[in-house]
């Protein structure tokens, strides 16, 4: 192989590694007190009544051209479940955002540094959603709004938002204490 065509494979190669996205923690990096299964199995226990209940609408609507209207205030509420449940099992794992270019220039103590501060942002951003969730569940339920669809009262669905977000801020908790933890 020619001298120019191996440097040509480098340069690519190295490109290559640009391209891909940072690793999350690792392994055993990402051991918590409270198992990432849980979260896991929810998301997964979720997108199946999902489908199910996606499927049976779309068959219902085939066969008799009517459609359960309800679903879809029903599949709303799940979808944003499993969203804020995929966010605390990210949060966990140190899957915050980040500018990848930027933090892999840093050096070991600095991209430390890095992810204490971006978990340290996701932790208070997360815990003053939960006082505002909390805050539009207790004036959904003291006001007694009621959902378009099935006529329910809708704090029934809000309730869950705070609790997630509480989820997310302490799994956010945990990955702060995990890398201060690490060595640099």
């Excluded at 997108?47 to 209940?53: E, K």
């Excluded at 959603?129 to 959904?140: F, Q, V």
């Excluded at 339920?141 to 809000?158: A, D, K, N």
Aim: charged share 20%; aromatic share 10%.
């Amino acid at each position: 192989m020619r001298r120019a065509d191996r440097a040509d494979e480098r340069s690519v190669t190295a490109e290559r590694k640009t391209m891909e996205p940072p690793p999350l923690l690792r392994p055993d990096q990402t051991k918590t007190r409270v198992p990432l299964k849980i979260e896991e199995n929810l998301g997964g226990i979720i997108i199946a009544v999902l489908a199910v209940i996606t499927f049976a609408n779309v068959v219902v609507r085939y066969l008799t051209n009517l459609s359960f209207a309800f679903t879809e205030e029903l599949s709303i509420f799940l979808m944003v479940v499993m969203t804020l449940i995929g966010s605390s099992s990210l949060t966990a794992k140190g899957g915050h955002l980040n500018i990848a270019f930027f933090v892999e220039m840093l050096s070991a103590k600095n991209r430390r540094r890095a992810a204490l501060a971006a978990q340290m942002v996701t932790c208070f951003t997360f815990l003053a959603l939960t006082g505002l969730g909390a805050r539009m569940a207790w004036d959904e339920y003291r006001f007694e709004v009621t959902s378009p669809g099935l006529g329910i009262p809708t704090w029934i669905y809000t309730v869950w938002v705070p609790i997630l977000f509480f989820a997310i801020t302490a799994r956010a908790i945990g990955a702060i204490v995990r890398t201060w933890k690490r060595e640099a």
